[in-house]
């Protein structure tokens, strides 16, 4: 740790750095008190979603070493085990010297002057500030900098503080979270602030809570910012107001469950289980990946789900499990975009065990609790979504049948905000169709009608479309010819994985598996046990 601690002051010079000097940036100092992940995490949207904007330095809170070498070694067993199956190796466990190494290296790629200190109040700190100028501090998780450092930016800061500080202390205390963003005084300005409260649901975990809270003081701290540095100071704290209102859930009243509709199976019994964890760890299982390994021809498997939320539905899986489940997927298997899968299938070459995660429907609560945990983890994703439910931003009609009610859809503002290099979004019919009909005009219209709605309001191409239901008789021939003809490759929810084809082969209805929301299962089900 200490020899990072010492390196993190470096910044490299280069050809890059000198053309970004020529240019006008609104200059930003980030001083931290989150993990790295997180300070990296808002470091990136700071660079993707504010082109005028330039980090001139980030102070980061010197991290806690982790010290369970007890869980440490069980895990490294495991990961061993697993390894041998998969005949690919597994990631190894971030660690807090680990997750600061990698922001290290994002840093010098990025060209961020970065120092770690174990408190801001010290020397290092404050000439680190003096030779790195900004016009605006950004003060992450109420950080105190010495008085005489302020008049350092013409700006002044930004202070953003969680309350409670400790997320657990939520549900005792008054059931919700606040996020406040708070400005210190500026020439011609009064302070003023922005705040949002984020209600704890039944199923949040302090986990859960303080990646959400995260997100949403992320989100309203990016708003402020653009509006310092297009020179509307005084008028930040509304515009930041006036898009929490129109972006944010509004945490409707839902019904919960409805009587004898009980929450998707996730989990096979425990004697079916030993059976397919016997036939997991196989010679057969484990020749089959090696051989896969030799020749690069691992399958891809393609996830669906349809909504996190802590709010209970019956198509939802909490926040927490989802953390949970992607975490096991970056351990062990590659996750990447459903664009780059289709480019490695088409090239017929697959070189380690690879998964892609899609989500259907696209209900509004992803919106904060599936976009915090990709963003948390980063990984990618890809969306299908109905437009004509977006457009009227409705509740589905197959919800609505169960006594489902409080779910609506995510709308096309929030689709816009969300769409970046790792979002893509696909067509899942016009208004969610059932497309085991044979009328050719209504097929035109709900296929290929959609992918050009969409196209209009997210101004990028759409190239993926999956069938609702996704079974058989919700496919006629006549809607697997539109589709397959229409768009680069369709899904069907009938599992199975993907094996590499050659280049150039016709676009066909391709399989998806359900992401179960337990590790021992979803590991069987990506393995494909019994598939066959």
């Known amino acids: ?180 963003i708070q400005s210190t005084q500026v020439a011609n300005a009064s302070p003023s602030s922005v705040s949002a409260r984020l209600p704890v649901q039944p199923r949040d975990t302090p986990r859960t809570i303080a990646l959400k809270a995260e997100l949403i003081s992320n989100d309203l701290l990016l708003q402020m910012v653009s509006s310092y540095s297009t020179g509307n100071i005084d008028r930040a704290p509304e515009e930041a107001n006036a898009w929490q209102k129109r972006m944010l859930p509004q945490h409707r009243p839902s019904t919960g469950c409805p009587p004898g509709h009980s929450e998707i199976a996730t989990t096979r019994p425990l004697w079916k289980m030993c059976l397919h964890t016997l036939a997991l760890v196989s010679p057969y299982v484990i020749l089959r990946n090696w051989y896969r390994r030799a020749r690069g021809q691992f399958p891809v498997v393609v996830l669906f789900h349809h909504l996190v939320s802590d709010r209970p539905h019956r198509m939802g899986m909490p926040t927490e499990t989802f953390l949970r489940q992607v975490q096991f997927l970056q351990r062990y298997y590659r996750v990447i975009s459903l664009s780059e899968a289709l480019k490695e299938l088409r090239a017929g070459s697959v070189k380690a065990p690879t998964v892609v995660l899609t989500f259907d429907d696209v209900y509004e609560d992803n919106f904060l609790c599936l976009r915090a945990i990709l963003e948390q983890t980063g990984v990618p994703a890809t969306l299908f979504i109905c437009p004509e439910i977006v457009t009227g931003h409705k509740e589905f009609q197959h919800d609505q049948e169960d006594g489902q009610t409080g779910f609506p859809s995510l709308g096309w503002e929030q689709a816009r905000y969300w769409q970046s290099e790792t979002i893509e ?92 929301a337990n590790a021992w299962n979803l590991e069987v089900d990506l393995q494909s046990v019994f598939e066959r």
Request: charge should be negative.
């Open 1 to 180: 740790m200490s020899e990072l601690i010492n390196r993190a002051g470096f910044t490299a010079d280069g050809d890059s750095r000198a053309d970004r000097r020529q240019t006008p940036f609104y200059r930003l100092l980030l001083v931290s008190n989150r993990n790295p992940i997180s300070t990296c995490n808002l470091a990136k949207r700071i660079d993707r979603q504010l082109s005028g904007a330039k980090i001139s330095g980030i102070i980061l809170k010197a991290p806690r070493a982790d010290t369970r070498w007890l869980r440490i070694l069980l895990q490294r067993a495991i990961d061993l085990v697993i390894g041998i199956v998969h005949a690919s190796p597994a990631k190894p466990e971030g660690t807090a010297e680990s997750e600061l190494a990698d922001f290290l290296q994002e840093c010098h790629r990025r060209d961020w002057p970065l120092i770690v200190q174990e408190d801001f109040v010290t020397p290092e700190a404050s000439a680190f500030m003096q030779n790195h100028p900004a016009d605006l501090a950004l003060l992450i998780g109420a950080p105190h900098l010495p008085a005489d450092v302020l008049p350092l930016f013409p700006h002044g800061s930004l202070l953003v503080e969680i309350t409670p500080l400790s997320p657990d202390a939520a549900t005792a205390a008054s059931g919700e979270v606040c996020i406040t």
């Open 425 to 516: 979004f696909g067509s899942h019919t016009r208004s969610h169709f059932d497309c085991g009909s044979s009328v050719r005009p209504t097929l035109e219209e709900e296929i290929v009608g959609s992918r050009n709605e969409i196209e209009s309001h997210m101004g990028k191409p759409v190239r993926f479309f999956a069938f609702p239901w996704g079974k058989s008789a919700s496919m006629s021939s006549a809607a697997k010819e539109i589709a397959t003809s229409a768009y680069e490759c369709c899904f069907s929810t009938m599992e199975h994985e993907i094996l590499p084809m050659q280049q150039g082969t016709k676009s066909t209805v391709s399989g998806r598996k359900f992401l179960v």
